[in-house]
């Protein structure tokens, strides 16, 4: 992999083969012991997020009231089941991205988009700070149209306010959600086992109007 320009997504033909088994978790989440292998339970809906590196990322999500469980893992590119080691080299194409199930009669997928855009600089292409790889990448992966309709008006209306402050284009990627691959159980919900952890959020102090 040396040489390997991180900073590009790969080809499907350029991309880590990858394998065939999932990867082997507990599926207990650190902190509310649910399941974070389930289905989201009925009448939930559940968005797939990348902002960065995902231990930060994941707290974010799991505090905020209305939000059920959340999971860390890999999306977005081609290698299945890859590991950290994988993703890093930048050449499965994999953002880091927190899986998140939600009681929309508790939290709306409005809500959780105002904390991402808000939490992180989503102008900075294949990279959050001093995170330099196209694993830290700005992505929202959507389950239907309707959460596509509902990520596309809040990037314009984010994109709208970065402007009015001098800030630069949003690179967010929007997309469906082909595949989900659950990381390391290491990295689940790492900032409760490790609360002195990295944690690279920084946003651009640019308040969302959703």
Not at 6 to 33: F, K
Not at 51 to 75: I, N, S
């Amino acid at each position: 992999m040396f040489g390997y320009d991180r900073t590009r997504m790969p080809s499907a033909e350029e991309a880590l083969a990858g394998r065939d088994t999932p990867m082997n978790i507990s599926g207990v989440h650190h902190i509310n012991d649910r399941d974070i292998s389930s289905p989201p339970p009925e009448g939930f809906d559940e968005i797939v997020l990348g902002l960065g590196c995902f231990w930060g990322a994941e707290r974010l999500f799991w505090e905020l009231p209305g939000v059920w469980v959340t999971a860390v893992g890999y999306a977005g590119g081609y290698t299945p089941n890859p590991t950290y080691d994988e993703v890093c080299t930048g050449k499965t194409g994999h953002a880091e991205v927190v899986r998140v199930i939600f009681n929309p009669a508790e939290i709306s997928l409005e809500e959780l988009l105002r904390t991402f855009w808000e939490a992180h600089d989503p102008t900075q292409g294949m990279r959050q700070g001093n995170d330099i790889g196209n694993e830290y990448r700005s992505v929202i992966l959507v389950r239907n149209e309707q959460q596509r309709d509902i990520a596309r008006q809040s990037l314009e209306e984010y994109e709208q306010a970065l402007k009015q402050s001098g800030k630069g284009e949003i690179t967010t990627q929007i997309a469906s959600l082909e595949a989900f691959y659950y990381a390391e159980e290491y990295h689940q919900q790492y900032l409760s086992k490790n609360p002195m952890g990295y944690c690279g959020l920084k946003g651009t102090g640019v308040s969302c109007p959703i």
